[in-house]
């Protein structure tokens, strides 16, 4: 909704005592506040503004008196008041909220609303059009956080049908503000709040500590949610959303049996592939990048704990909640290496012992061919479902009314400068393929130029011909254009154009929404994304040419793709070129696919997108 900047701004004006009273008892009465918590939110000082958004609806915001909006209204005579979130960091619990990946929450900022596919938590009991925000899970030290709110909308359809499994398509809430739109330019921009842990809270805590049961419940409702597959740290393993599922607890060589069983799932689907070049790997690479994502998504399909025949029966359908985190430090093992150790002892590996250049422990090999890798069964791992929540909520949501437009357009330039003039046209313009096409066909028909014998060829007068016949880099200083020996008086119609266009000067408009146009003399190139062979025969992705489509962040776009792509990312200056030419973005590994993914959600046009692979080259 305020994705693009607010027209008719009207000049802020405070409210008066009444009105200012007035205000505060819809919010008390609308959200269920306290009078102290009302005359926090609805300050002395509140000012009032009137705008319309860039679909020409009208609307009104609430300010404090330090700038920042704090509510507003969207509609003629709207009484419904919607909190910002600002509003929402200074009182988190206001809302009701669902919970998204990190990956999902630029494409929600861009504009799009929030796909059921992205969807982590989502709590009981909510009305279509219910009023909901949207917050960030991710794991910090092993332990689940969520952000403060990060956007506002409306639920597109009631909670019961979103947490069904038979509805995987489709907008889950629509989004209205969000966190740097701009409605949240129009205050101080502060600083984001810290992330809160999530922790479970026993039913006597709210009477013991003061607080009220609606944190109680809105922990609880998050702990009982999917969290997604891990990004830098190992999550929990991944209960169904089920509120009646049992709890089990798993022994220490229970995960370290499910360890293993993740160890032969990462050997047969993605270690094997690996060329030979790619070891040593080092271990706690090989354990963050390719067993903890190989873990299982639901540990109780591939191994009972030992306490479930001591579980109370259930009704639910779903598998029970494992309060037990799959991780070495709750193996057997207690230390990676250990762990190794034991693998290498069966064959499934080899290790070679730390150096002085490097401390940690190097695996050399890895035998796929080892008949537990052979006979292994594969399961849904923990990334699988990290994928379907990232990647397909910004596949179904990220290009929605945000798409990157890219213009070439051309000036007059040189020799051209006198055939425009004579075309009709300005030479101080800027013209599309399309514009200059049709100045030609315009000019060609007004002056009966098409040849009678062959339809196909134009008859070139004094001022095509002159243009047409001159050398391509045009007219020097104070001289006239040389025209090409021995040319014929006729061309084709599309040669004649594609010969004009040569003859003109190069420049390029980039439109991004929310934005305003940039135009730039020169050449557009394609975003270039290339697999090379580099530092020890190891194959890396490099990403360049990205800034001028305003989209992209390389800091950003090398942190989200560190995620996507459970892989090392760095940003450096291009080598080989002058300072200031741009930066270059390496992903560890083949990843051309997983770059094309995040550029497209970005909302870069595929044909500005140009994948090489040269690492077949060295």
């Not at 509609?75 to 990190?102: M, N, Q, R, V």
């Not at 409306?154 to 995987?168: G, N």
């Not at 889950?172 to 101080?188: E, F, P, Q």
């Not at 998504?297 to 259930?314: E, G, K, V």
């Amino acid at each position: 909704m305020f994705k693009k900047p607010l027209s008719n701004l009207k000049t802020s004006a405070p409210l008066r005592s009444s009105d200012r009273r007035k205000l505060k008892q819809r919010v008390v009465t609308a959200y269920g506040l306290t009078s102290e918590e009302g005359d926090a939110l609805v300050p002395d000082g509140i000012l009032s503004v009137k705008f319309s958004t860039h679909v020409d609806e009208p609307g009104v915001a609430y300010i404090d008196p330090d700038g920042d909006p704090l509510w507003f209204t969207i509609g003629k005579g709207s009484e419904d008041l919607i909190p910002t979130i600002y509003t929402l960091w200074k009182k988190e619990g206001l809302l009701p909220f669902l919970s998204t990946p990190a990956a999902v929450i630029p494409i929600l900022v861009g504009g799009a609303d929030l796909m059921i596919p992205g969807v982590i938590h989502c709590p009981p009991a909510l009305r279509e059009l219910q009023l909901v925000a949207i917050r960030q899970y991710t794991r910090k030290d092993d332990k689940p956080a969520l952000s403060p709110p990060v956007a506002i909308g409306r639920m597109a359809l009631p909670s019961d049908q979103l947490r069904t499994s038979a509805k995987e398509k489709g907008k889950a809430v629509h989004i209205a503000h969000t966190w740097k739109d701009h409605l949240w330019d129009m205050g101080s921009k502060k600083d984001i709040p810290e992330d809160s842990f999530i922790t479970t809270i026993s039913s006597e805590e709210p009477g013991q500590d003061g607080r009220d049961g609606s944190e109680t419940e809105e922990r609880n409702d998050a702990e009982r949610a999917i969290p997604p597959p891990p990004s830098e740290k190992p999550p929990s393993p991944i209960p169904e959303p089920t509120d009646t599922a049992p709890t089990v607890s798993y022994s220490p060589a229970e995960v370290t049996e499910l360890l293993n069983k993740a160890l032969l799932q990462a050997i047969s689907t993605n270690l094997k592939s690996l060329p030979s070049s790619s070891f040593p790997i080092p271990a706690t690479q090989l354990y963050t990048n390719y067993i903890l994502p190989s873990r299982p998504a639901y540990p109780t399909l591939i191994l009972l704990p030992a306490t479930w025949a001591d579980t109370p029966p259930s009704s639910s359908d779903g598998p029970p909640h494992v309060d037990t985190e799959i991780t070495i430090k709750t193996s057997s093992h207690k230390s990676l290496t250990a762990f190794l150790k034991a693998a290498e002892k069966l064959s499934l590996l080899t290790l070679k012992p730390p150096q002085k250049q490097q401390p940690d422990v190097l695996v050399t090999s890895i035998n796929a061919s080892h008949t537990s890798v052979v006979s292994h069964t594969p399961f849904v791992m923990v990334k699988d479902l990290e994928l379907k929540a990232a990647k397909k909520a910004a596949r179904e949501g990220g290009k929605a009314d945000k798409e990157v437009e890219i213009k070439e357009l051309w000036k007059p330039h040189q020799v051209t400068v006198e055939l425009f003039e004579g075309l009709g046209g300005n030479k101080n313009e800027l013209y599309t393929g399309v514009q200059i096409r049709s100045l030609v066909n315009s000019y060609i028909t007004a002056h009966h130029l098409v040849n009678p014998n062959e339809q196909a060829y134009i008859n070139l007068d004094d001022l095509l011909y002159s243009c047409a016949a001159a050398k391509s880099k045009g007219k020097a200083k104070n001289k006239d254009p040389e025209p090409e020996p021995a040319m014929s008086r006729f061309m084709k119609r599309d040669e004649l154009t594609k010969n004009i266009v040569g003859k003109m000067q190069s420049w390029y408009e980039i439109g991004v929404e929310g934005k305003d146009p940039v135009t730039k003399k020169g050449s557009v190139a394609p975003i270039q994304v290339v697999i090379k062979i580099r530092q020890g025969r190891k194959a890396s992705t490099l990403i360049s040419g990205f800034e001028p489509f305003l989209v992209v962040d390389a800091e950003e776009m090398a942190e989200d793709l560190r995620k996507a792509c459970a892989g090392a990312t760095s940003v450096s200056p291009i080598p080989g070129k002058p300072a200031g030419s741009g930066l270059e973005v390496l992903v560890q590994g083949k990843q051309s696919s997983a770059v094309l993914d995040y550029l497209t959600a970005k909302g870069i046009p595929k044909k500005w997108i140009q994948i090489s692979d040269l690492s077949g080259k060295k």
